[in-house]
C-alpha cells in the first residue's frame, strides 16, 4: 500500500472517529430522563403521597442538583411551612422536608410576631370541613351595631391555618372524617384584640382562598374594612 493510500485511509479513520463522538455527544444532548412532578398543589406541611406525584420526561441537561429526581425520596416528606409545591412542579430539595421535622404545637409553627388565635368550629358557617391545617383564609366578620347597623366585611387576608382539631383534641387532615371542633390561626399578635372584640360583638367566619395568594405577605389587615372603625 502506498504512502498516499495509507494517508487516505488515516483521514478516513479519523473522520470515522469524528463522526462517531460527534454521534454521542448528540445522543446525551438530546437524552431524556423521567423527573418526578406534583401532580397537583401541594399545601404546606401537607405530606406527600404517591398519589400526589406524576412522572414526566425532561432533557437531563435540564435537570438540576437541587431537584428530587426519584419518587422514594419524595413519598413521605412534606411540603415546607413556605413551601406550597404548584401542580406540575418539580420537587425541590428546600420545599420539602422530612415528616419526623414536624412539630405537634400549633404555637412552633409561628413566625415572628405571630400568636396563635383560637376558634369554634361551630362558629364557622362557611368553612364546614372543607378547611385544613395549612390553608389560607380570608377572616370575615359580621356585626350588628346599634348605631351603625349590620356590617360584614373581610378583616384580616390570607391568614393561615395552624391546625384543626375534634373534640377530643385529634389532628384532622385532608382526608380525615371527624367532626372539626377548634380551627388554630396565625394571627399578627396586635391582631388579637379586634378578633375578641369582634367574637364579642358578632361572628367570625374564614373562607378559602387561592393557592396563588400563599407567597404573599400573611394575615393582612385590610384597612378599608368596613368592620373595622367598629373594631376600634
Not at 28 to 47: D, S, W
Not at 129 to 155: C, E, P, W
Amino acid at each position: 500500500m502506498g504512502q498516499k493510500h495509507r494517508k487516505l485511509l488515516l483521514a478516513g479513520s479519523l473522520l470515522l472517529v469524528n463522526v462517531l463522538v460527534f454521534m454521542i455527544a448528540l445522543a446525551k444532548t438530546n437524552e431524556m430522563v423521567k423527573m418526578p412532578i406534583a401532580k397537583e398543589a401541594i399545601l404546606p406541611r401537607m405530606k406527600i403521597t404517591e398519589e400526589m406525584v406524576a412522572y414526566i420526561e425532561v432533557p437531563k441537561q435540564a435537570v438540576r442538583n437541587n431537584m428530587y429526581q426519584s419518587k422514594k425520596a419524595i413519598i413521605g416528606k412534606v411540603a415546607a411551612i413556605e413551601g406550597l409545591i404548584p401542580k406540575g412542579s418539580f420537587f425541590y430539595k428546600g420545599a420539602i422536608e422530612a415528616s419526623d421535622t414536624l412539630k405537634d404545637a400549633p404555637a412552633l409553627a409561628l413566625k415572628k410576631g405571630q400568636s396563635a388565635f383560637s376558634l369554634s368550629c361551630n362558629l364557622l358557617k362557611s368553612a364546614g370541613n372543607s378547611i385544613v391545617a395549612f390553608q389560607h383564609v380570608d377572616v370575615y366578620v359580621t356585626i350588628d351595631d346599634r348605631s351603625a347597623g349590620m356590617k360584614s366585611d373581610v378583616l384580616l387576608q390570607n391568614v393561615r391555618v395552624l391546625s384543626i382539631k375534634d373534640r377530643k383534641g385529634k389532628e384532622l387532615g385532608k382526608d380525615d372524617d371527624g367532626v372539626p371542633y377548634v380551627c388554630v390561626l396565625a394571627v399578627q399578635d396586635e391582631q388579637i384584640p379586634l378578633l375578641q372584640k369582634a367574637l364579642e360583638m358578632g361572628s367570625v367566619d374564614i373562607y378559602a382562598i387561592h393557592t396563588s395568594a400563599y407567597r404573599q405577605p400573611e394575615a393582612v389587615l385590610k384597612t378599608s374594612s368596613e368592620v373595622l372603625e367598629v373594631l376600634r
